[in-house]
């Protein structure tokens, strides 16, 4: 077993701060595949969103969380879950808010996609 030489303060995350992999190799393989999880708690939708701006066509495989009424809160949903790569863990803190009702439904059926190529994590109330 080694020690870690140095003080790591308790506000601090610790897979930050260990950054060995030779010296540390499990707490590197924990570290990377933490790395790969996305975490979504909103999207911007507010006039300012750079989702509302003209942009030149780019691909991305993976959605910022820069882009939530109704629309285009589904649509970032939508581009999320279909993502090409889809990461290890996807968390979705209450995908339904704005949603209009006609939509939960088409929702519910893309979370179902979604889960059979990544596990899914969604809070809502």
């Known amino acids: ?15 930050s701060q260990i950054l060995e992999p030779e010296l540390y190799p499990e707490i590197s393989r924990v570290r990377g595949q ?11 939708t507010d006039a300012e ?7 030149t066509d780019v691909f991305t495989p993976v959605l910022s969380s820069d882009g939530s009424d109704g629309q285009l809160r589904f649509l970032c ?6 993502s090409p790569r889809p990461p290890a863990l996807l968390a979705l803190n209450e995908p339904e808010t704005s949603i209009h009702p006609d939509l939960i439904d ?8 979604a889960a059979k190529s990544t596990q899914l ?5």
């Open 1 to 15: 077993m080694l020690a870690y030489p140095f003080a790591i303060a308790r506000s601090e995350f610790v897979l």
């Open 34 to 44: 933490m790395l790969g999880w996305r975490f979504h708690h909103h999207f911007r």
């Open 49 to 55: 969103s750079p989702l509302r701006q003209p942009l």
């Open 77 to 82: 949903l939508c581009a999320d879950l279909f």
């Open 106 to 113: 088409p929702l519910a059926r893309l979370l179902v996609h």
């Open 121 to 125: 994590w969604i809070t809502t109330h």
